[in-house]
Nanobody
Framework: QVQLVESGGGLVQAGGSLRLSCAASGRTSRSYAMAWFRQAPGKEREFVAAIIWSGGRTYYADSVKGRFTISRDNAKYTLYLQMNSLRPEDTAVYYC???????????????????WGQGTQVTVSF
């Protein structure tokens, strides 16, 4: 089993920045592809960004491209999401996820991921 714990969420004004972290523990592996998803009230969980095991390729949803940056520190088993130029529509619970079977894929679909964190709330005010 892998445990994922997100942190770094909070309340920020539009135009501000936040950095989310996701710490992995348990049966961890540096070879997992990982991703961030988010879910706003009344909406389905949606893809934000993904990164392959080596960090050599990253993928972003069009809505965050150019504003968010996903990265990872495999020595620390930690995933990051740097969020800049935040908008009210970025308000959601943000989840990190790990794909234990396809290290090189960086999928944008929720069903590709085997482990999920409990989420951290990000609220962007006008």
């Amino acid at each position: 089993q892998v445990q994922l714990v997100e942190s770094g969420g909070g309340l920020v004004q539009a135009g501000g920045s936040l950095r989310l972290s996701c710490a992995a523990s348990g049966r961890t592996s540096r070879s997992y592809a990982m991703a961030w998803f988010r879910q706003a009230p009344g909406k389905e969980r949606e893809f934000v960004a993904a990164i392959i095991w080596s960090g050599g390729r990253t993928y972003y949803a069009d809505s965050v491209k150019g504003r968010f940056t996903i990265s990872r520190d495999n020595a620390k088993y930690t995933l990051y999401l740097q969020m800049n130029s935040l908008r009210p529509e970025d308000t959601a619970v943000y989840y990190c996820a790990a794909d234990a079977t396809r290290s090189d894929l960086g999928s944008s679909t929720t069903t590709s991921y085997d482990y999920w964190g409990q989420g951290t709330q990000v609220t962007v005010s006008f």
